[in-house]
């Protein structure tokens, strides 16, 4: 692996964000920052983002304000038959999301076809595998739009 780094047109987009590539050396992981033309070293992926942020900061004579206030695009390399499971892995999460939202949308139009042939509540919930409580739910609900998810942080907010 070169430690050697060059600046690049790409590595600071024309709104601000910092590329950072990052790739495993032995123990640690090499962080580089390329608009800075520096590097440093994180020994866990959980110290990359504040260990690049913080040489930013360093080396452009930055507030700790406005280091945080920095958006960084983090792109760890990862062997190839990992990288394509992770690929694959994310792409099964997306279609499971897609699903789940689909069968949603199928529960809810079951529930009012039954309401609307006169089944009772208790027995649409009994029918569905829900409680009756659920059934009287998904028969009045409106239709929401669907929302984006995004995966929940780890650590404060």
Same mark, same amino acid.
């Given at each position: 692996?070169? &430690? $050697? ?5 790409? /590595? ?7 590329? !950072? @590539? !990052? ?12 608009? #800075? ?14 260990? @690049? %942020?913080?040489? *930013? ?9 406005? @280091?945080? $206030?920095? #958006?960084? /695009? ?12 992770? &690929?694959?892995? %994310?792409?099964? $999460? &997306?279609?499971?999301? %897609? ?11 079951? @529930? %009012? ?10 027995? *649409?919930?009994? !029918? ?11 028969? &009045?609900?409106?239709? $929401?739009?669907? #929302? ?10």
């Amino acid at each position: 692996m070169s &430690t $050697a780094l060059r600046p690049a047109a790409a /590595d600071t987009q024309p709104d601000g964000i910092y590329r !950072v @590539a !990052v790739e495993r050396d032995g123990k640690f992981w090499f962080v580089s920052v390329p608009a #800075v033309d520096r590097a440093t070293q994180a020994r866990h992926v959980r110290e990359i983002e504040p260990m @690049a %942020r913080d040489l *930013i900061r360093v080396m452009l004579n930055l507030t700790d304000e406005q @280091a945080a $206030a920095l #958006v960084l /695009d983090i792109d760890i390399a990862v062997p190839p038959d990992a990288a394509a499971l992770l &690929t694959h892995a %994310r792409q099964l $999460a &997306t279609d499971a999301e %897609r699903l789940r939202r689909e069968s949603a949308i199928a529960l809810r139009e079951a @529930a %009012r076809a039954l309401h609307t042939d006169g089944m009772p509540v208790r027995d *649409i919930g009994g !029918v569905l595998g829900v409680s009756h409580q659920r059934a009287h739910q998904l028969i &009045t609900e409106e239709l $929401a739009p669907p #929302v984006e998810t995004t995966r929940p942080t780890t650590g404060p907010s």
